[in-house]
C-alpha cells in the first residue's frame, strides 16, 4: 500500500526538486503537496511523513507570512507524535525554531555548490548510511540555525559556511532538518531557481554571484548529486512505517 507524505511549499516556484519528485515516483509515495501560502495545513498525523521545503520567510516573519504561525503549529504536533520529518532550508529552520534554537543570519550568504562534512552524529545517523563524509551540497540562504543548539539536537553535517546544515533530534532519528538543497540539485531546476529569484541573488552584498558557475556546476555535478540524493531518500524512506 503506497505510503502518503504532505509535503509543504512555500512560493510558486520552489517545489519539489527534480532529484525528490524521482524519488517519490521510485518507491510509490503518494504526494500531497500543500501551497501553503494560499491553502488550509491538514492535519499532519493523517500522513505517514512529513516534508517541508525552503522558500524566502525568515521563521520569525509571521506578520508578513500569517501562515507561519499554523505551520510552526502543524510541525510541533509532527514532532510530537513521532512522525517521520524531513526538512530543507527553511524546513529545517523551522524544526529547530520550534524545538528551541536560535536562527538568524548566517555569517555569510551560502548560494550554489559547496562542500559538506558529516560531524559524528552525522557519521553514525541512518540518514546518510552509505554516504561519504564529504558530500556536495547546494545551497540558497542567508539565514541559518544558530549554536548553541539545546542539547537534544544534534548536528550531522557542517560546513565552512555554515555550521549547522544538518540536525536531528536525539533517540529520534526520523526527524530531521537539512539546511541544504539537494533535492533540487538539478541543472533544470539550478536553472529555474537562478532566474526566479535573480533579484534576491543581485541584493547580496557580501558576495558576487555567477550564475553561469554555478549552472555549469550543477551539469557538472548532476549525475552524482542525484545518486547520493537518491541513497539519503532511501535511507529516510526507512523510517515510515
Known amino acids: 500500500m503506497a505510503k502518503n507524505i504532505v509535503v509543504f511549499q512555500h512560493n510558486p516556484w520552489e517545489g519539489p526538486g527534480f532529484h525528490l519528485i524521482e524519488a517519490f515516483s521510485r518507491h510509490d509515495l503518494t504526494m500531497k503537496l500543500i501551497h501553503v501560502w494560499k491553502e488550509d495545513i491538514p492535519d499532519v498525523t493523517s500522513y505517514d511523513a512529513m516534508i517541508v521545503l525552503g522558500g524566502g520567510p525568515n521563521v520569525d516573519q509571521e506578520a508578513t507570512f500569517p501562515f507561519l504561525v499554523e505551520e510552526k503549529a502543524a510541525i510541533q504536533k509532527a ?3 513521532d512522525l517521520p ?3 530543507f532550508c527553511l524546513g ?4 529547530a525554531h520550534v524545538m528551541g534554537a536560535k536562527v538568524g543570519p548566517n555569517h555569510q550568504s551560502s548560494i550554489g555548490f559547496i562542500q559538506g562534512f558529516l560531524t559524528h552524529e552525522g557519521k553514525k545517523h541512518p540518514l546518510f548510511e552509505g554516504l561519504p563524509p564529504h558530500l556536495s551540497l547546494f545551497k540558497w540562504h542567508g539565514q541559518s540555525v544558530q549554536e548553541p543548539l539545546p542539547n537534544f539536537l544534534n548536528i550531522l553535517a557542517t560546513s565552512a559556511e555554515c555550521q549547522v546544515e544538518a540536525i536531528s533530534l536525539e533517540d529520534r532519528p526520523q526527524i ?4 541544504f538543497d539537494n533535492h ?3 541543472p533544470e531546476n539550478v536553472k529555474d531557481w537562478l532566474s526566479m529569484d ?3 541573488l ?3 552584498t557580501d558576495k558576487k554571484i555567477d550564475p553561469t558557475k554555478i549552472l555549469a556546476e550543477a551539469h557538472k555535478k548532476s549525475a552524482s548529486m542525484g545518486q547520493k540524493f537518491t541513497k539519503l531518500f532511501d535511507n529516510f ?3 515510515i512505517h
Do not use: C, D, E, T
Request: proline share 0%; charged share 5%.
Open 79 to 81: 514532532v510530537a507524535n
Open 85 to 87: 520529518y524531513l526538512g
Open 92 to 95: 529545517h529552520q523551522l524544526l
Open 176 to 179: 530531521i532538518g537539512l539546511q
Open 184 to 186: 533540487a540539485a538539478s
Open 198 to 200: 535573480s533579484k534576491w
Open 202 to 204: 543581485s541584493s547580496l
Open 237 to 239: 524512506f526507512s523510517f
